[in-house]
């Protein structure tokens, strides 16, 4: 019940503030273990926490739409979920805001940052692909992969590095993640139950999903190998831990019964957990300067013990040379940085990434080998609409990039900046200027014109709207616009019956619902509107008669006293 629930997570939240409260006034964030760990912070500010917000809006729908009160309910409490999860990330990382930078802005980050065009694409295709694909993005891909990996292991590497606040958001999170998935998982065996049509379906959603789902934890790999000062855990064993052995041995051995396969590039996954990390990380550090957070270079001998216990001989070889280099490069002449464009297929994988065990190791110029393989599943996974550029990176200053398809929607390059002065005034390009990590002038350009969206349709979703008319009988709906008042941030909605008077739908609904503003006077006069055309009130007369009908919105103005 709705009541059950409440005092639950009113327990859970005493729980968290109390901490919150008391790290902050024992002024906690002194007992970091190094500053640098609030890098990732920024990182899970920027990247996470507006994604629980759109999971947030999209489940309200869900619970308004779904037939039945169990899946309806269940959608509600996950919404309340989301919006909880929103909340208490955002308090508990605003302590930090007081004393360091980076913080204050991370809604801008996440509308323009190149490297969170993946996770960003991930719900923007989510919400727009249909309720019952939504279900499965979410519940299936973002759940049961995505927060497993992160809310578990990185919660603990928190907890490791002295950060006790986002430890405690992040179990108090991981308990209500467990009746997410539970959910998601009933959503596809109910799906699957109702007709053996559904299996190639829901399959073909389930290889799509994982793929896009994995490609964001991209972003939690290197965050778990390079951006905690003391590490918990390697990415790899989270992923063979949290992936391999509960997901794989456990999840898709019950959906075999139903049809279901594991996904289907579930090898190209489990052989790039070596090395994702390390690859992702590399263009993070070669683009720091287009980022909202700093990297650096391993150097401490113990961090370079742990990378050495954890990976294999073959991803060493791969990284040990950059990094060696670049902590060489950094002591004599400061840090390095690339001055490429960067080529990111929003939809499907990282930007300028296309990990595997045979990808050469990137120059010192930060262009990888023309001869790294291109991301086969990355042009299935965004339903035949996504492409990968076989060069990673493309000329400075260009502002379009090659593909592999001409017919995929692959869009320009997110930002280009140049070494050397860039005209100004020209078309996608800003007015001021800003300044690389390594001091030199460029210009900021942004891309000349937008591409379509990595969505495909499959069939229109045709049901009865659950609000209308004749579902309320001799009743109606009607709005309330309060206009020009800025006490009221919307109308009100109101159900009364068409039959009421004019004099009793003002006295008894909106006078109770405006006097919320101390300054509303039942006295003054007010100019009426409905849809903007003008209307005339009067108080013997009913709704119906007025021409009042079902969900309009009758706007207010205050006009004299």
Same mark, same amino acid.
């Given at each position: 019940?709705?009541?059950?629930?409440?005092?639950?997570?009113?327990?859970?939240?005493?729980?968290?503030?109390?901490?919150?409260?008391?790290?902050?006034?024992?002024?906690?964030?002194?007992?970091?273990?190094?500053?640098?760990?609030?890098?990732?912070?920024?990182?899970?500010?920027?990247?996470v926490?507006?994604?629980?917000?759109?999971?947030?809006?999209?489940?309200?729908?869900l619970?308004?739409?779904?037939?039945?009160?169990?899946?309806?309910?269940?959608? *509600?409490?996950?919404s309340?979920?989301?919006?909880?999860?929103?909340?208490?990330?955002?308090?508990?990382?605003?302590?930090?805001?007081?004393?360091?930078?980076?913080?204050?802005?991370?809604?801008?980050?996440? #509308?323009?940052?190149?490297?969170?065009?993946?996770p960003?694409?991930?719900?923007?295709?989510?919400?727009?692909?249909?309720?019952?694909?939504?279900?499965?993005?979410?519940?299936?891909?973002?759940?049961?992969?995505?927060?497993?990996?992160?809310?578990?292991?990185?919660?603990s590497?928190?907890?490791?590095?002295? #950060? *006790?606040?986002?430890?405690?958001?992040?179990?108090?999170?991981?308990?209500?993640?467990?009746?997410?998935?539970?959910?998601?998982?009933?959503?596809?065996?109910f799906?699957l139950?109702?007709?053996?049509?559904?299996?190639?379906?829901?399959?073909?959603?389930?290889?799509?999903?994982? %793929?896009?789902?994995?490609?964001v934890?991209?972003?939690?790999?290197?965050?778990?190998?390079?951006?905690?000062?003391?590490?918990?855990?390697?990415?790899?064993?989270?992923?063979?831990?949290?992936?391999?052995?509960?997901?794989?041995?456990?999840?898709?051995?019950?959906?075999?019964?139903?049809?279901?396969k594991?996904?289907?590039?579930? #090898?190209?996954?489990?052989?790039?957990?070596?090395? *994702?990390?390390?690859?992702?990380? %590399?263009?993070?550090?070669?683009?720091?300067?287009?980022?909202?957070?700093?990297?650096s270079?391993?150097?401490?001998?113990?961090?370079?013990?742990?990378?050495?216990?954890r990976?294999?001989?073959?991803?060493?070889?791969?990284?040990?040379?950059?990094?060696?280099?670049?902590a060489?490069?950094?002591?004599?002449?400061?840090?390095?940085?690339?001055?490429?464009?960067l080529n990111?297929?929003?939809?499907?994988?990282?930007?300028?990434?296309?990990?595997s065990p045979?990808?050469?190791?990137?120059?010192?110029?930060?262009?990888?080998?023309?001869?790294?393989?291109?991301?086969?599943?990355?042009?299935?996974?965004?339903?035949?609409?996504?492409?990968?550029?076989?060069?990673?990176?493309?000329?400075?200053?260009?502002?379009?990039?090659?593909?592999?398809?001409?017919?995929?929607?692959?869009?320009?390059c997110?930002?280009?900046?140049?070494?050397?002065?860039?005209?100004?005034g020209?078309?996608?390009?800003?007015?001021?200027?800003?300044?690389?990590?390594?001091?030199?002038?460029?210009?900021?350009?942004?891309?000349?014109?937008?591409?379509?969206?990595?969505?495909?349709?499959?069939?229109?979703?045709?049901?009865?709207?659950?609000?209308?008319?004749?579902l309320?009988?001799?009743?109606?709906?009607?709005?309330?616009?309060?206009?020009?008042?800025?006490?009221?941030?919307?109308?009100?909605?109101?159900?009364?019956?068409?039959?009421? *008077? %004019?004099?009793?739908f003002?006295?008894?609904m909106?006078?109770p619902?405006?006097?919320?503003d101390? #300054?509303?006077?039942?006295?003054?006069?007010y100019? %009426?509107?409905?849809?903007?055309?003008?209307?005339?009130?009067?108080d013997?007369?009913?709704?119906?008669?007025?021409?009042?009908?079902?969900?309009?919105?009758?706007?207010?103005?205050?006009?004299?006293?």
């Amino acid at each position: 019940t709705v009541d059950a629930y409440c005092k639950y997570q009113a327990e859970k939240d005493k729980r968290l503030y109390a901490v919150l409260d008391g790290f902050a006034q024992g002024q906690g964030h002194l007992t970091l273990t190094d500053a640098s760990y609030l890098n990732s912070m920024k990182l899970f500010l920027q990247g996470v926490t507006p994604l629980e917000y759109q999971a947030h809006r999209n489940f309200a729908y869900l619970a308004r739409h779904l037939n039945g009160p169990g899946p309806r309910f269940a959608s *509600l409490c996950q919404s309340i979920d989301e919006l909880r999860h929103t909340q208490t990330e955002i308090h508990t990382l605003s302590n930090y805001n007081k004393y360091y930078s980076g913080f204050h802005n991370y809604q801008q980050m996440h #509308d323009r940052v190149w490297y969170l065009s993946v996770p960003k694409s991930f719900f923007d295709d989510a919400l727009a692909s249909g309720p019952f694909e939504f279900l499965i993005a979410i519940g299936f891909s973002f759940e049961y992969l995505l927060t497993n990996l992160l809310f578990v292991p990185f919660m603990s590497g928190a907890s490791f590095n002295g #950060d *006790l606040p986002t430890m405690t958001f992040g179990f108090s999170a991981q308990s209500d993640e467990s009746r997410h998935m539970t959910l998601g998982l009933e959503a596809i065996k109910f799906l699957l139950e109702q007709d053996e049509a559904n299996v190639p379906i829901v399959q073909a959603w389930i290889d799509k999903w994982f %793929w896009r789902g994995y490609r964001v934890t991209a972003l939690i790999a290197q965050m778990l190998d390079y951006m905690l000062p003391r590490k918990v855990m390697s990415w790899k064993e989270a992923f063979e831990l949290y992936f391999e052995e509960q997901m794989l041995k456990g999840l898709f051995a019950d959906l075999a019964f139903y049809g279901i396969k594991p996904p289907r590039h579930v #090898d190209d996954a489990i052989a790039e957990k070596e090395i *994702l990390s390390h690859q992702v990380y %590399w263009t993070l550090y070669q683009f720091s300067h287009a980022a909202a957070f700093t990297t650096s270079v391993p150097t401490q001998e113990h961090e370079k013990m742990a990378l050495r216990r954890r990976i294999r001989r073959r991803s060493t070889s791969t990284t040990r040379p950059c990094g060696t280099r670049n902590a060489r490069t950094s002591r004599t002449a400061g840090a390095t940085s690339s001055e490429a464009c960067l080529n990111s297929a929003r939809s499907a994988r990282s930007p300028c990434c296309s990990p595997s065990p045979e990808t050469r190791r990137p120059s010192a110029s930060g262009k990888a080998s023309t001869k790294a393989r291109s991301s086969r599943p990355a042009r299935t996974a965004a339903s035949g609409s996504s492409s990968v550029s076989r060069r990673s990176t493309c000329r400075p200053g260009c502002q379009s990039t090659r593909s592999t398809r001409a017919t995929a929607a692959v869009p320009p390059c997110p930002m280009s900046w140049s070494g050397t002065a860039s005209k100004r005034g020209t078309a996608g390009s800003t007015s001021g200027p800003w300044t690389t990590r390594t001091g030199r002038a460029g210009t900021l350009a942004l891309p000349r014109k937008e591409s379509e969206m990595a969505v495909r349709s499959i069939g229109t979703y045709d049901f009865a709207s659950r609000s209308r008319q004749e579902l309320y009988g001799d009743d109606q709906l009607v709005h309330v616009w309060f206009q020009g008042n800025p006490w009221f941030c919307a109308a009100a909605c109101y159900r009364a019956p068409k039959a009421m *008077l %004019w004099a009793d739908f003002w006295a008894q609904m909106i006078v109770p619902w405006a006097e919320e503003d101390p #300054d509303f006077d039942p006295r003054a006069t007010y100019a %009426w509107n409905i849809h903007g055309e003008p209307f005339s009130p009067q108080d013997g007369v009913t709704l119906e008669d007025l021409g009042v009908v079902h969900k309009d919105v009758i706007g207010m103005r205050f006009v004299a006293g």
